[in-house]
Nanobody, 116 residues
């Protein structure tokens, strides 16, 4: 199982980023997928989950209306569109196989820093 995140970076408050995750080594179309983050000095929190078909999603309350999870099963890819970013969104973001908290494989993560 391999999961590779990309798309992180430094952005000003109110800005946008799109995270991507390339998946390989397993049958992507049969798994729910999650985005999980770890803010500096804090524990892990599940940001968003999408089911295998892509027609059911759920979000952490603090990101509802600002983040959108999606997937492209033809490309074995997972995405997280983030708008209206806030300093409290600063974290390392991980792509994970499975529906949070029942995830069992993780990528290396991509850093998102929201700061002026």
């Amino acid at each position: 199982v391999q999961l590779g995140e990309s798309g992180g970076g430094l952005v000003q408050p109110g800005g946008s980023l799109r995270l991507s995750c390339a998946a390989s080594g397993f049958t992507f179309t049969t798994y729910s997928m999650s985005w999980v983050r770890q803010p500096p000095g804090k524990g892990l929190e599940g940001v968003s989950v999408i089911n295998s078909d892509g027609d059911s999603t759920r979000y952490l309350d603090s990101v509802k209306g600002r983040f959108t999870i999606s997937r492209d099963n033809a490309k074995n890819a997972l995405y997280l569109q983030m708008i209206g970013l806030k300093p409290e969104d600063t974290a390392r973001y991980y792509c994970a196989r499975g529906g949070w908290p029942y995830t069992n494989h993780w990528g290396q993560g991509t850093q998102v820093t929201v700061s002026s």
